[in-house]
């Protein structure tokens, strides 16, 4: 397992945009996938987007062409970048690693992103 510390949430109006992160306690290079998961007052808790260790993406389609995940491995940190924010799109967002292509064993503690103007 990996420690992950979310941070980057926030306020922001309609239309605006924030970039989350996510660093890791070690290195990410060999960690199968990491992705971004949210969770809504009174909601499952749901996929938003994935990264595997070879780059290739997965987006909820609510969010495609809006929101962007990138990893630096350099730097042991998971972007997310979330463009045309909607109010729909407050919620807890939550970090996570699949360490060994066996599911998601990791998980952050949670940054709150809120869409209100």
């Known amino acids: 397992q990996v420690q992950l510390v979310e941070s980057g949430g926030g306020l922001v109006q309609p239309g605006g945009s924030l970039r989350l992160s996510c660093a890791a306690s070690?290195?990410?290079?060999?960690?199968?996938?990491m992705g971004w998961y949210r969770q809504a007052p009174g909601n499952q808790r749901e996929l938003v987007a994935t990264i595997t260790t070879g780059g290739s993406t997965n987006y909820a389609d609510s969010v495609k062409g809006r929101f962007t995940i990138s990893r630096d491995n350099a730097k042991n940190t998971v972007y997310l970048q979330m463009n045309s924010l909607k109010p729909e799109d407050t919620a807890v967002y939550y970090c996570?690693?699949?360490?060994?292509?066996?599911?998601?064993?990791?998980w952050g503690q949670g940054t709150q992103v809120t869409v209100s103007s």
């Open positions: 070690r290195s990410i290079f060999s960690i199968y996938a």
């Open positions: 996570t690693a699949d360490s060994r292509g066996l599911g998601f064993d990791s």
